[in-house]
């Protein structure tokens, strides 16, 4: 099947720049966030087979990693369906991914603290003890999130 990439973050925003100390770590999280923004924002129709998925690229400097959207060229809704994410990406995060973003650095100094023995796993509180952020109501604001799910 083929893919079409779309970037490792939206667009107009930053992201982990390969052969930083952090890439691996940063760029794992920041193309997470991205490939569920983008089924949140497109959700794929049920039966066509279209999915966003994260891909690893070889690169002078080391890998680097995007969000792909892979299709099946021989279905034209598919095609079509591809093409029309890639032109509709957007630029920048959405209030849920720049919470998401927030959470898994908030969650990434939670388990630092207690790998160093600095907190006992059982005082994290109960939101970062899971492995993923908590689901999230599409239309609020990012400070409505904030007060609704403190970090």
């Known amino acids: 099947m083929p893919y079409i990439e779309i970037g490792p973050v939206p667009g107009e925003e930053n992201c982990a720049q390969v ?8 760029s794992l999280r920041e193309c997470e966030v991205f490939r569920r923004m983008l089924a ?11 999915a966003y998925v994260g891909r690893t690229h070889p690169h002078d400097f080391g890998n680097y990693r995007e969000v792909s959207i892979r299709y099946d060229e021989s279905d034209s809704q598919a095609v079509e369906f591809a093409y029309e994410v890639e032109q509709s990406a957007p630029g920048e995060w959405d209030a849920i991914a720049r919470y998401e973003l927030a ?13 160093e ?35």
């Open 40 to 50: 949140r924002l497109f959700p794929v129709p049920a039966g066509l087979p279209v």
């Open 103 to 115: 959470w898994y650095e908030r969650k990434q100094a939670y388990d630092l603290a207690v790998r």
């Open 117 to 151: 023995q600095r907190l006992r796993s059982e005082e994290v509180p109960p939101a970062f003890s899971t492995s993923d952020p908590p689901n999230l109501p599409m239309n609020a604001g990012f400070a409505e999130l904030l007060a609704s799910n403190p970090l």
């Open 19 to 26: 052969g930083s100390s952090d890439y691996t770590e940063a």
